[in-house]
Nanobody
Framework: VQLQASGGGLVQAGGSVTLSCAASGTLFNVDRMGWYRQDPGKQHELVATISSDGSSSYADSVKGRFTISRGNAENTVILQMQSLKPEDTSVYYC?????????????WGQGTLVTVSS
């Protein structure tokens, strides 16, 4: 299984970017999909997740500005980022978590860089 993320790039503060992530291969028992970001030398930070029941959660720093949703294709996830700030600059990673009888597995995309200029 591979996750392919796309959509990063350079954007001015206040602008918008949409990230997409699609899984190739077969995934069973997808429990949650989400986006994390990580700066050099820092731990990754959870940005947003969407669960199999459709419920979503967000980091406080992005609430009201980012929206996570599932794509039309199976096992795709989209992150719409609006009102971007320079502090949103980071490498964004998509994540898929599966849960098979309590045994969880995580799959990660390759990361896509979002740079917000002031």
């Amino acid at each position: 299984v591979q996750l392919q993320a796309s959509g990063g790039g350079l954007v001015q503060a206040g602008g918008s970017v949409t990230l997409s992530c699609a899984a190739s291969g077969t995934l069973f028992n997808v429990d949650r999909m989400g986006w994390y970001r990580q700066d050099p030398g820092k731990q990754h930070e959870l940005v947003a997740t969407i669960s199999s029941d459709g419920s979503s959660s967000y980091a406080d720093s992005v609430k009201g500005r980012f929206t996570i949703s599932r794509g039309n294709a199976e096992n795709t996830v989209i992150l719409q980022m609006q009102s971007l700030k320079p502090e949103d600059t980071s490498v964004y990673y998509c994540n898929v978590r599966t849960n098979s009888r309590g045994i969880m597995a995580n799959y990660w995309g390759q990361g896509t860089l979002v740079t917000v200029s002031s």
